[in-house]
């Protein structure tokens, strides 16, 4: 290597590695499009998508206390949010018709993710409280992680990178698509 005052002339030699630049994960890790606090008007994502067009806002089903959407960091092609429109943090916090809702949609979720790409199994769950892992804890969301063996492998384990086979907004059309009608 050079000294401090030339410049480096190991930069070009093959270490062996391939590498995948994921520089648009950096909005994630940086926090854009986090709230800004707890409240509705402070930035919640869960609350402005429903105000906007449903390609835009990557809704994929509107119900009437409730919404599906894709998330915007995915785990896996596919991996959908099921929100309630109000703003609550907590289940226990949910009325009747915003629990029955919340179950339908995500039925009709599994339904839609099952004739859109054949996943072999599921993750369903939500994450309550910044404690236990929600990313965004002020408004409730059930994640479904559609999965398929084989869909870990180094990538996430070794270089901290998910690969996604298709753009959010192909997904989102796809999910739309064959979301159950009733």
Same mark, same amino acid.
């Given at each position: 290597m050079?000294? $401090?005052?030339?410049? &480096?002339? !190991?930069?070009?030699?093959?270490?062996?590695?391939?590498? *995948?630049? #994921? =520089?648009? &994960?950096?909005?994630?890790? +940086?926090?854009?499009? +986090? =709230?800004t606090g707890t409240a509705p008007d402070e930035g919640c994502p869960f609350c402005r998508a429903p105000g906007l067009p449903d390609a835009e806002g990557l809704v994929v089903?509107?119900?009437? $206390? $409730?919404?599906?959407?894709?998330? *915007? %960091? =995915?785990?896996?092609?596919?991996?959908? *949010?099921?929100?309630? %429109?109000?703003?609550?943090? !907590? %289940? #226990?916090? @949910?009325?009747? !018709?915003?629990? $029955?809702?919340?179950?339908? @949609?995500t039925q009709s979720g599994i339904t839609a993710l099952r004739h859109a790409s054949a996943p072999q199994g599921f993750n369903i769950g939500m994450n309550l409280g910044t404690p236990a892992g929600a990313g965004i804890a002020a408004h409730l969301h059930q994640h479904i992680v559609p999965r398929w063996g084989g869909d870990?492998?180094?990538? =996430?384990?070794?270089?901290? #990178?998910?690969v996604l086979p298709e753009l959010l907004r192909q997904t989102r059309k796809t999910l739309a698509d064959s979301w159950p009608r009733t």
């Open positions: 050079s000294g $401090a005052s030339g410049p &480096r002339d !190991d930069t070009g030699d093959p270490d062996g590695f391939q590498r *995948l630049w #994921t =520089p648009h &994960r950096m909005a994630y890790i +940086k926090g854009e499009n +986090k =709230p089903a509107r119900g009437k $206390a $409730a919404f599906a959407v894709l998330n *915007l %960091y =995915p785990y896996n092609s596919g991996h959908l *949010l099921v929100c309630p %429109y109000r703003h609550v943090a !907590d %289940y #226990t916090d @949910l009325n009747e !018709d915003e629990t $029955a809702e919340l179950a339908l @949609l870990t492998n180094f990538m =996430p384990v070794i270089g901290q #990178t998910k």
